[in-house]
């Protein structure tokens, strides 16, 4: 660097371009991103995005979002010294390049490697830091063959319970053989096997023993079926209005064969582990709220003619308000059930059912619809008589496929029975205890009112004269025993709690069916109403009761028998205690969550390794038969069955295995989240093909430390590729049970703001709009590194934003500034008009090591960016000031250098070039700040006067409290309002404030 002042006129421009392609080549051919080798003394850092799914869209702005970030993190992390594994592959399988394929009569591999190769393309001219050496594609042999191989483990292994974890299926058939399932600790609803039966099971019978146990299995369900993509989907897949997600079609239901990952047998690790994890806290709740564990009973009612029905609850102290029964359209005792007089509905609403989905978010949103069988199933714990209606808000892959309905304390079966006038009892008091009367006044003595007001009752004349008595439940009969005798020829009730029904001849208490079948007769008979259908019905259509005859809080149980009076907290267990003593229950932990459904009948996608033969065995490939690739097909098109396409290919469908068998291979494919289950997994180790990955990789480099991509994935491919990683936890392939220590969610990027008819619009890009912004026309204009600091400076990292197309021309500007502070910084120098010290410039110089440092590691882009810019400022202004050429200059402009190189990398290395410094400046270190140099020499106090703020001081920060104390009470502004007042105190906060008490 020199002094010399510069023309103006031969200043080089700062020309991105001439620059930035000329270091991608330079860094390429020296690949000094490469992974080093395995150092198990050296400190790792594993960065991974989200790999994307390369469509021929390429990228846009939004996706740098993502890889901008990690791109600085992973430089940042190999400055620090570390051993930086930062790769990228391709999600590669799935629907869009299949739709694409049949579309432009392309194979998808074709298509797949055109549109990766494009990717790779940008994110190079983006300067972003990959090792390409260690690239994956899902759709590739070599990838997916692992795929298989872990769907395999699955196959082979099932959950044990008992020891929490999976186990070989082999130790389950040992177990089957001697004991049966005696010892497996199953639901109600799981069937019993002795070890006489499994013993003389044929095979098959065998395989359909095991299908209820093993991780992987096929069995028939009721699907989501996507009629345009041709396709199931698994719930997590439809969104909330019933739709698909990727093609918008309305989800139907379908009952086929499909294959399963236990997922569910998980549910509790998955829940409890997410205490171990640095992830945000939205993505934690909305896993735990997919999972949905919750703490109940299984209960047994039995139809009128002996079929049990098992139901799992959550509130098994409200089962003495069991009114009615509710099924799914799919349970397999609706045709049993339904009495020839009710079959043409039952059926009529079993078919309309199909048509809709089959998720829990559709069947909680929807319009609650239902009909009666014609059936009744007994009560277990009061022998009540119940009507069994089906409906499709209950779903058959969720619990039992059946509910017990208590109206009273649910709020959706409240609405039903309304709805359908079916009778509803209260069984759990309110927590308040509060009751309400009306009293109609011509059924009433005229001194009613005093005398209850004489009591402490609360009586409130109405508009229409009528009487509204507030009261506590536990005085219900009390004021019984004052209105009965007052009323004339009318009736009155308490209502709320207490739940009495109050007649001139009798005092109803409403505490069961039979009670509200006469409370009803006698009001049909009073009303004149012979329609009326219950006594909570007829409340209903009381205005004055209408907030008050419903609840659903945990209360003391009444009209229950047993639990009677039991506190709220003992309530469930003490239930649960009961229906097990009583042999009609049993504690069970539930979870909302279901088995991940993987088939997919389409061609583009992972072959699952199973034959089918003819009798109905499954055969499982073996390990040196992997992988089963996919055949050569002319048509990708679904079949018009339902069918993969892969059904139609003779050749390689039909198998003549080693025993002279025939078989069918299976033609569904996997689901596309099964591929990035475990694609982390392979970038330790991707050239392996003895393992998917070896011990020692597995071991070094796993788990990711730092995991970065889009929310939309919280219930989908977070959850899978967790439980993946459990299940080879479990096998020993792994010694972590938490693949991602760390997760941050970008904020999206949003098209630029625009104004319609005088209002400001904001929306995502879409290229039906019109309105992408990519890459490629930012970086020609104003260069990558203009465009990744913009990315980083936009907003905070998990914010959305809309794109401002001011922003990278700013930081262009920036930019140019760097570049001639650096390269010329006497060309240009101005007036000073702020004295400074090269001691005061080495105090910022250090104090931004310590800001962008931090920034980086907690994800604050912008505030590390505008620190940088900051800094750049500084600069400027110690040149004016004459430093420029000193030695805190010179580390100062180097330090401005190393700070920018993970954020804008190709600037930073020619200007460190130009610099005659040591190629690369990638591979640096990190500077560290001195926290002598960067402390600051003055502080500003703050002066009150008992309390109010009166004035500021600037001190040196040695200051002690004795001279600080001197300096505030002869300070000018703290003297006026002392103003001769004695000072009783004088706080001091060393380095903060100073406050002076008078009085």
């Known amino acids: 660097m020199s002094d010399v002042k510069t023309d103006k006129n031969h200043i080089e421009r700062y020309d991105p371009a001439a620059i930035e392609a000329k270091w991608q080549a330079k860094w390429a051919t020296d690949q000094i991103y490469r992974t080093p080798p395995i150092e198990p003394a050296k400190p790792k850092y594993y960065v991974l995005d989200f790999y994307p799914y390369p469509s021929g869209d390429g990228l846009s702005v939004g996706h740098c979002r993502n890889y901008v970030p990690t791109d600085v993190v992973a430089r940042y992390y ?75 483990r699955l196959y082979q292994s099932w959950y044990d319970r008992r020891v929490d974890k999976a186990r070989p299926i082999s130790e389950l058939e040992a177990e089957l053989a001697e004991h049966g399932t005696s010892r497996l600790d199953l639901s109600l609803t799981e069937p019993q096997v002795t070890a006489e039966e499994w013993r003389n099971a044929t095979p098959l019978q065998r395989q359909e023993i095991l299908r209820r146990f093993r991780l992987a299995y096929r069995g028939e ?167 069994i209606w089906i409906a499709d808000y209950v779903l058959m892959g969720y619990g039992t496929g059946a509910i017990m309905a208590v109206p009273a304390h649910d709020e959706r079966d409240f609405a039903f029975a309304l709805k359908y006038n079916l009778p509803i009892i209260p069984v759990i008091t309110r927590p308040d205890n509060a009751a309400r009367s009306l009293l109609r006044t011509e059924t009433i003595a005229a001194d009613t009112a005093d005398v209850l007001r ?44 207490g739940w009495l029904f109050i007649f001139p001849d009798a005092v109803i208490e409403l505490d069961s069916i039979a009670a509200d079948e006469q409370i009803t007769a006698r009001l049909c008979a009073a009303t004149g109403n012979a329609t009326l259908p219950s006594a909570m019905a007829y409340l209903h259509n009381i205005p004055a ?28 267990e003490r239930t649960i205690t009961y229906l097990e003593q009583q042999g009609i229950g049993k504690g069970r932990t539930n979870y909302k969550m279901r088995d991940w459904l993987i088939s997919r009948q389409r061609y583009w996608g992972t072959p699952i390794p199973i034959i089918h033969r003819e009798d109905g065995l499954e055969i499982a490939l073996s390990d040196d038969e992997l992988p089963l690739t996919l055949p050569n097909v002319e048509s990708y098109e679904p079949t018009a069955t339902g069918e993969s396409p892969l059904a139609l290919i003779d050749d390689w469908v039909n198998v003549t295995l080693p025993d002279g068998s025939r078989g069918r291979r299976e033609t569904d494919t996997m689901g596309t989240f099964a591929c990035s289950s475990w694609y982390f997994l392979r970038f330790a180790d991707n ?28 219930v989908m491919h977070l959850l899978y590729a967790r439980f993946w990683t459990k299940v080879l936890y479990d096998l020993g392939v792994v010694k972590f049970f938490e693949p991602f220590t760390c997760l941050r969610n970008q904020g999206l990027i949003l098209a630029p703001a625009r ?89 910022v110089a250090h104090q931004t090591i310590q800001r962008v440092e ?71 270190r990190w500077p560290v700040a001195d926290p002598a140099i960067a402390a600051e020499e003055e502080v500003e106090i703050v002066i009150q006067v008992n309390g109010k703020v009166r004035g500021k001081l600037t001190v040196p920060v040695e200051i002690d409290e004795a001279q600080l104390r001197e300096l505030a009470l002869n300070n000018e502004r703290v003297q006026q309002f002392i103003n001769g007042k004695q000072i009783r105190n004088v706080i001091v906060v060393p380095g903060r404030l100073v406050n002076v008490v008078v009085g």
């Open 454 to 497: 004489a009591a402490g009752f609360t009586v409130t004349a109405q508009d229409d004269g009528n009487l509204l008595v507030e009261l506590s439940g536990d005085r219900a009969h009390e004021y019984a025993t004052i209105v009965q005798p007052r009323l004339g020829n009318g009736w009155t009730e308490v209502v709320g709690s």
């Open 78 to 152: 190999r400055m620090r010294g570390y051993n930086v594994l930062h790769p990228m592959g391709w999600d590669a399988f799935g629907l869009p390049t299949e739709n694409a394929a049949i579309k432009t009569k392309t194979n998808p591999a074709v298509l797949t490697r055109r549109y990766s190769a494009n990717y790779k393309r940008q994110m190079n001219m983006l300067g972003l830091s990959y090792d390409w050496d260690r690239e994956i594609t899902s759709s590739e042999p070599d990838y997916y063959r692992w795929t298989q191989w872990i769907f395999l």
């Open 755 to 843: 104004e319609v008819n005088g209002q400001i619009i904001i929306e995502k890009m879409s290229k039906s709009k019109g309105n992408v912004i990519t890459p490629d026309e930012v970086v020609a204009e104003h260069g990558a590194d203009a465009l990744r600091g913009y990315e980083a400076f936009i907003s905070d990292f998990e914010l959305s934003v809309p794109w401002n197309t001011d922003g990278v021309p700013g930081v262009k500007r920036w930019l140019d500034r760097v570049w001639r502070i650096v390269l010329y910084p006497t060309a240009e120098r101005g007036q000073s008009t702020t004295p400074m010290s090269e001691r005061q410039l080495r105090r």
């Open 687 to 714: 050239h392996n093909d003895k393992a998917l990955a070896s011990p020692e990789a597995l071991d070094y480099w796993l788990p990711v430390d730092m995991y970065v991509g889009g929310a939309e994935h919280a």
């Open 221 to 387: 369900a009721v699907v989501n079926w996507d009629p345009v993509d041709k396709t199931v989907l698994a719930n997590e897949e439809v969104l909330p209005d019933g739709t698909a997600w990727r093609s918008g079609a309305k989800v139907e239901r379908r009952v086929l064969k499909q294959w399963f990952f236990r997922i569910t047998a998980y549910a509790d690790r998955l829940d409890r582990d997410l205490d171990t994890v640095d992830w945000p806290s939205k993505i934690v709740t909305m896993q735990r709220n997919w999972i949905g564990r919750s703490r109940g009973a299984e209960v047994i009612f039995h139809t009128e003619s002996g079929d049990p029905i098992i139901v799992f609850t959550t509130r098994p102290d409200t089962l003495w308000g069991a009114t009615f029964m509710v099924l799914s359209p799919e349970h397999p005792l609706v045709a049993k059930v339904t009495t020839e007089a009710q079959r043409a509905q039952v059926e009529a609403y079993v078919e309309q059912a199909r048509q809709r989905p089959t998720t829990t978010a559709v069947a909680e949103e929807k319009e609650k619809t239902g009909v009666w069988t014609g059936g009744y199933a007994i009560n277990p714990v009061n022998g009540a008589r119940i009507p």
């Open 854 to 924: 931090q920034d980086i590691l907690n994800f604050k882009f912008n505030t590390m960016v505008a620190a940088l810019m900051e800094f750049t400022n500084t600069l400027y202004r110690a040149r004016d000031a004459g430093l420029a050429g000193t030695p805190a200059w010179q580390e100062a402009i180097e330090l401005l250098l190393l700070l920018m190189a993970p954020i804008t990398p190709h600037i930073a290395e020619e200007l460190w070039a130009r610099l005659g410094k040591p190629y690369s400046i990638h591979q640096q």
């Open 545 to 572: 009761y209408r907030d008050i005859i419903y609840h659903d809080e945990r209360g003391t149980p009444i009209h229950s028998g047993p639990i009677n009076g039991i506190s709220a907290e003992e309530a469930i």
